[in-house]
């Protein structure tokens, strides 16, 4: 989620420019909703996640952080229309959550977490796992993001249908932080972290957006594999503004974290 008023702000969720993805193409992206069955409140998309093994979800700690107390996670995979029931879909209950003990539940580093499904899912053609990257391995080059964020570029969220995706340009570490410093009041502190990556373009056609949030940055390692490179974390508002780069976090600084919390709640 994102903004700053430039605003820094969250974005839960269509990809601003982006445009309607092929079915089937991004079989790890999940849809993270959120419910509560005793105060009859039906679950709805929050965030986006990642399906990592067919019993685990990576998804970004606000995702949780800012959900009521009270309610309960199901998690969508094998979607491409939201608000519809599709051949392709599976659901599953939340059992575990767990965020990382070093994120503080606003704009800030460490925005990431995992969830635990009651029973794994089935494993096919429409959902399928993705790869993590290597351990502290920089991101470059193009990666793709896909999600159900807001497609509109003003406060008022545009939900799309159906899932969107983008292919979009990383931005190099520090010219990120140095576009956010002269982007942001004078008093605001830069949240941007090592941990973080960043996305353009910077002239402001694509971006991240509301409803993105916690969803997959994707892109082909070198034996052609998908690999979970980014969480959506946070950005600038309102979405797809010139200079305002889309932050994530970067998932390649946290998979010794990823390993104990697995093997843990085993």
């Known amino acids: 989620m994102m903004s700053k008023s430039a605003m820094l702000t969250r974005r839960p969720t269509r990809i601003v420019g982006g445009k309607d993805a092929e079915k089937g193409l991004h079989p790890w992206q999940l849809s993270v909703h959120w419910g509560d069955r005793e105060r009859k409140i039906p679950p709805r998309h929050v965030c986006g996640g990642s399906l990592l093994t067919a019993g685990w979800v990576l998804t970004a700690g606000h995702c949780v952080t800012l959900a009521p107390s009270k309610g309960e996670y199901l998690i969508l995979a094998g979607k491409y229309k939201l608000g519809v029931m599709e051949d392709t879909e599976q659901s599953r209950l939340v059992e575990q959550v767990i965020v990382h003990p070093q994120y ?47 497609i509109g570029r003003t406060r008022a969220p545009e939900n799309p249908e159906n899932l969107q995706a ?87 600084a946290f998979i010794t974290w990823i390993a104990v919390v697995m093997l843990n709640y085993t």
Request: charged share 20%; with cysteine; hydrophobic share 35%.
């Open 104 to 150: 503080d539940g606003t704009v800030a580093p460490y925005d990431i977490a995992l969830m635990k499904v009651e029973q794994p899912f089935e494993l096919n053609v429409f959902v399928s796992t993705v790869s993590l990257p290597y351990p502290d391995s920089i991101p470059s080059g193009d990666v793709m993001l896909s999600g159900w964020g807001s």
């Open 166 to 252: 983008a292919t979009l340009p990383i931005v190099e570490y520090d010219l990120c932080k140095l576009t956010l410093d002269k982007i942001l009041k004078p008093k605001e502190k830069n949240p941007l972290h090592p941990t973080n990556i960043c996305t353009g373009p910077l002239d402001g056609s694509l971006s991240a957006c509301k409803g993105d949030s916690g969803g997959p940055l994707v892109r082909r390692n070198a034996f052609g594999e998908a690999e979970v490179v980014g969480i959506v974390s946070w950005g600038l508002f309102p979405c797809g503004a010139k200079n305002a780069p889309s932050v994530y976090t970067r998932v390649s």
